[in-house]
């Protein structure tokens, strides 16, 4: 590469939410692949092809969406959701991400769980034309303890 960045730095991420034509989208991904990126299905749980993609392609990264993850702590149908989910990418070899938590509960949940790559308010919010500043999870958590 003419610029030297690392290739697989670079991560390619799609939303599982529309509609997509779906051997159009696994030549993409595969051509990406092979070409060195990265590849993450975003919102995964929440639209139309899920698990049948994952049957065809096994991205690098799979983000859970936010509707799985609020209220975890205090949801048992969604904990043993996401907790077979994440037994399932585990085996596949595919990296799970959690978006969306927004409170210490959501966070000690996901953690006793195995989660090591959480995105939400919680530890950081966006910003604009700046990089937000992250707050450690575990320091959150140890200090709830």
């Known amino acids: 590469m003419k610029t030297g960045f690392p290739l697989d730095r670079i991560i390619f991420e ?39 993609l994952l049957a065809h392609f096994q991205p690098d990264i799979v983000k859970l969406d936010m509707d799985l993850i609020r209220g975890i702590d205090t949801d048992r149908v969604k904990r043993t959701v996401v907790k077979h989910t994440l037994r399932m990418l585990e085996e596949l070899e595919i990296a799970p991400l959690c978006e969306g938590v927004e409170t210490i509960g959501e966070l000690q949940a996901l953690t006793d769980l195995g989660v090591s790559l959480i995105q939400g308010y919680l530890l950081a919010k966006p910003s604009f034309e700046r990089l937000a500043v992250p707050v450690s999870a575990q ?3 140890t200090k709830a303890a």
């Open 14 to 52: 799609f939303t599982e939410n529309e509609q997509l034509d779906t051997k159009h989208v696994l030549n993409i991904l595969r051509t990406y692949r092979d070409m060195g990126f990265k590849t993450a299905i975003d919102d995964f749980g929440a639209g139309h092809s899920g698990l049948g």
């Open 139 to 141: 320091s959150l958590v």
